[in-house]
């Protein structure tokens, strides 16, 4: 049995005509009738009364003519899914990034299933806010976002916590140590974006100084990473943090980077979806997601 002796069989039941059926499928009469009276035979049963000037639906017709509608639906509704699915691959995936993601970014990519094959990427360099704004649009399919527990109309998947480390002048008497308390940091001035650039990095520091029993002096505002630490390795006082995953872009022998103890800084790094994104993406997403997760647990 084939799906076009089902369809053959539906048209000529709706036409009652197998001249008229033949024009609709666009073939020859006897093609249609061949078929027909092929998937009688293979079902064993009459599907039409022929006896009489007209055709007509025997009662096996009429009862097998709702199935073949379903079956025929069924059939259009697997190729548009098949088409939906091919259109996606081919389309690019907009996904909004940090300038600190380092070698994460190829972990989450190796992590997508089959790699991510098929799928053409678009990564675009943003703000953490104006990364959250364009999700929100429909403007990026996802972005990587740190810090947030929650947003509104956003689900966020969970994929790592970056602890922070700390970056001064490689001449400060602290350098010389293998790691540092947050507190022997107290009195020198810190250098980080102010909260209005990045509120839950300067949120979250803020309140570790607190904890740690001191009001941080803060230095002029960090603009750029780099910057910034080229102004520490030229003698200027201060103290900033760096991601781990940015450790690799400094190279000054006049900055060193140290890890803090007594309960290091972390912040939690996220994918952020839409909550109503495409459902065949959104499995894609969290399935890498998971992946990742278990790698750097693996790691540490």
């Not at 039409?48 to 096996?60: E, K, N, Q, Y």
């Not at 509608?69 to 088409?83: I, V, W």
């Not at 002048?169 to 140590?177: C, E, I």
């Not at 900033?240 to 006049?254: K, Q």
Request: charged share 25%; glycine share 8%; hydrophobic share 45%.
């Amino acid at each position: 049995m084939e799906l076009r002796q089902i369809q053959y069989f539906v048209t000529v039941a709706e036409e009652l005509h197998f001249g008229r059926a033949a024009e609709r499928l666009h073939i020859g009469q006897p093609a249609v009738s061949q078929q027909v009276r092929r998937l009688e035979r293979e079902l064993g049963t009459q599907l039409f009364d022929r006896s009489g000037r007209t055709v007509t639906l025997t009662p096996a017709g009429h009862a097998l003519l709702p199935e073949g509608r379903e079956l025929l639906k069924a059939r259009d509704s697997f190729a548009a899914t098949a088409q939906r699915l091919t259109t996606r691959s081919a389309a690019a995936f907009r996904v909004g990034i940090s300038s600190a993601l380092g070698p994460r970014l190829d972990d989450f990519l190796d992590a997508l299933p089959d790699r991510g094959a098929g799928t053409r990427f678009e990564f675009q360099t943003l703000d953490a806010r104006t990364r959250l704004e364009e999700v929100g649009a429909g403007r990026l399919d996802a972005a990587f976002v740190r810090g947030l527990e929650h947003a509104p109309g956003l689900r966020l998947l969970g994929l790592w916590h970056d602890p922070l480390l700390v970056a001064l002048p490689a001449a400060h008497a602290l350098a010389a140590r293998h790691r540092l308390e947050l507190a022997d940091l107290a009195g020198l001035p810190l250098r980080i974006a102010s909260r209005g650039e990045n509120a839950v990095l300067f949120d979250t520091v803020v309140a570790a100084c607190r904890a740690a029993g001191f009001e941080p002096t803060f230095g002029p505002p960090s603009t750029r990473l780099q910057d910034t630490l080229a102004e520490i390795g030229a003698g200027a006082a201060g103290w900033t943090l760096v991601y781990p995953t940015a450790a690799n872009t400094v190279s000054s022998r006049r900055i060193s980077l140290l890890p803090l103890i007594g309960g290091p800084l972390t912040i939690r790094m996220s994918l952020a979806v839409r909550e109503n994104a495409d459902p065949v993406r959104l499995e894609l997403l969290t399935a890498a997601s998971a992946r990742v997760r278990r790698k750097v647990a693996e790691e540490n």
